[in-house]
């Protein structure tokens, strides 16, 4: 339970004028916010898609949110090689999963938007295989193995979509390994802003006429396995065959069905069809 709704809680009680029915009322309002709150999470929206969450299961994942925190744009909040990492669960801004060659060369593995968990598969093994930079000003919730273990053990059916979550994740690794061998780049770069789109649709913060986006070219650069030159070809090839247009932070759908022609894109994978487990 946050701050926020304690202080409520607080209030309530030391009211000596209310009485008991009043209060049992002001406090279940409180309550009814909290659960309204986590009921709206991106969190909540994204597993969703695969399972109805009980008002208990939502309970639960309230209480995986209790240690939020800040993180500045830039700076690393895992290391890879680093060992006894929490997970975090992103509210607020967006991440990305990078891994660094010897050369200091990196390859973006993925981006995180809000609902998405950092780090998840670096709590159980003995040592993060990755590293996490903010790409803008994030606000997330610490998970330490204990909690996120003690949730699975109460609630099974919430395990089981956090599983869903990652093998959904393991999916995108695999289209994306397709994407970097097999399309070309435009089919690439349509392809993957496709599929940012469906993620931010999920989690209400996109549609098929486009989603506010603060990647730079650079960011494009080290995901798609192209230079910047490149990267910057592409998009102006896509603006200029009324396809897409990237630009000023915001991505704009031109001719949507186009687009998905062009790069083939299939969201199957995604598996956003609807929940499995009523």
Same mark, same amino acid.
């Given at each position: 339970?946050?701050?926020?709704?304690?202080?409520?809680?607080?209030?309530?009680?030391?009211?000596?004028?209310?009485?008991?029915?009043?209060?049992?009322?002001?406090?279940?309002?409180?309550?009814?916010?909290?659960?309204?709150?986590?009921?709206?999470?991106?969190?909540?929206?994204?597993?969703?898609?695969?399972?109805?969450?009980?008002?208990?299961?939502?309970?639960?994942?309230?209480?995986?949110?209790?240690?939020?925190?800040? =993180?500045?744009?830039?700076?690393?909040?895992? *290391?890879?090689?680093?060992?006894?990492?929490?997970?975090?669960?992103?509210?607020?801004?967006?991440?990305?999963?990078?891994?660094?060659?010897?050369?200091?060369?990196?390859?973006?593995?993925? =981006?995180?938007?809000?609902?998405?968990?950092?780090?998840?598969?670096?709590?159980?093994?003995?040592?993060?295989?990755?590293?996490?930079?903010?790409?803008?000003?994030?606000?997330?919730?610490?998970?330490?193995?204990?909690?996120? @273990?003690?949730? =699975?053990?109460?609630?099974?059916?919430?395990?089981?979509?956090?599983?869903?979550?990652?093998? %959904?994740d393991e999916a995108m690794v695999v289209?994306?390994?397709?994407? @970097?061998?097999?399309?070309?780049?435009?089919? %690439?770069?349509? *392809?993957?802003?496709?599929?940012?789109?469906? %993620?931010?649709?999920?989690?209400?913060?996109?549609?098929?006429?486009?989603?506010?986006?603060?990647?730079?070219?650079?960011?494009?650069?080290?995901?798609?396995?192209?230079?910047?030159? *490149?990267?910057?070809?592409?998009?102006?090839?896509?603006?200029?065959?009324?396809?897409?247009? =990237?630009?000023?932070?915001?991505?704009?759908?031109?001719?949507?069905?186009?687009?998905?022609?062009?790069?083939?894109?299939?969201?199957?994978?995604?598996? *956003?069809?609807?929940?499995?487990?009523?």
């Open positions: 339970m946050n701050f926020a709704i304690l202080a409520g809680i607080a209030v309530c009680w030391t009211d000596r004028k209310q009485s008991p029915s009043r209060l049992l009322r002001e406090v279940s309002k409180i309550l009814e916010k909290l659960l309204n709150a986590i009921q709206n999470s991106p969190l909540t929206r994204k597993l969703s898609a695969f399972v109805a969450l009980s008002e208990n299961e939502l309970a639960v994942l309230e209480r995986l949110h209790k240690r939020r925190r800040s =993180f500045v744009a830039g700076r690393d909040l895992v *290391h890879q090689g680093q060992s006894k990492q929490a997970a975090y669960i992103l509210a607020a801004g967006w991440a990305c999963s990078y891994k660094t060659q010897p050369d200091g060369s990196r390859q973006i593995v993925d =981006f995180q938007i809000p609902g998405d968990f950092l780090g998840l598969r670096s709590v159980l093994l003995h040592m993060s295989d990755h590293s996490i930079e903010p790409i803008v000003d994030i606000q997330a919730a610490e998970v330490l193995a204990g909690d996120l @273990l003690g949730a =699975f053990a109460r609630t099974p059916r919430l395990a089981t979509a956090i599983l869903w979550a990652a093998s %959904r289209e994306h390994l397709v994407g @970097l061998g097999r399309r070309d780049a435009d089919e %690439r770069m349509a *392809h993957f802003l496709l599929e940012l789109g469906a %993620r931010l649709a999920l989690v209400g913060m996109g549609s098929k006429g486009g989603y506010a986006c603060p990647l730079t070219q650079y960011h494009l650069a080290d995901a798609l396995g192209l230079s910047a030159v *490149h990267v910057n070809r592409v998009l102006r090839k896509l603006r200029e065959d009324k396809l897409v247009t =990237f630009r000023d932070g915001h991505v704009t759908f031109d001719n949507y069905d186009r687009l998905v022609a062009l790069a083939q894109f299939d969201p199957t994978y995604l598996d *956003h069809i609807g929940p499995i487990l009523k």
